[in-house]
């Protein structure tokens, strides 16, 4: 069993820079690839940005490529979402991943215009 608490989120105006931090429970924590999804109101979840159990492979959804970047710590059992250029269309809660099977609560990141 892996425990996810997202922490991070905010407001912030369009333009600025959140980073998102999800830690892990568990001493498997390394093993697993992570990723983070979104979903805003009305809308379906959907992938934000994923990372291998390594590090070495990242991959991201068209819509915030060249503007967030993943990263995790196995140190820390964290892995982190530095979100710049945020842009209010980014308004959504955004859930930490492992393995595409446990899910963290969410934290709520808000973009105003």
């Known amino acids: 069993q892996v425990q996810l608490v997202e922490s991070g989120g905010g407001l912030v105006q369009a333009g600025g820079s959140l980073r998102l931090s999800c830690a892990a429970s568990?001493?498997?924590?390394?093993?697993?690839?992570m990723a983070w999804f979104r979903q805003a109101p009305g809308k379906e979840r959907e992938f934000v940005a994923g990372i291998s159990w390594s590090g070495g492979s990242t991959s991201y959804a068209d819509s915030v490529k060249g503007r967030f970047t993943i990263s995790r710590d196995n140190a820390k059992n964290t892995v982190y979402l530095q979100m710049n250029s945020l842009k209010p269309e980014d308004t959504a809660v955004y859930h930490c991943?492992?393995?595409?099977?446990?899910w963290g609560q969410g934290t709520q990141v808000t973009v105003s215009p």
């Open positions: 991943n492992a393995q595409l099977i446990y």
């Open positions: 568990g001493r498997t924590f390394s093993s697993y690839a």
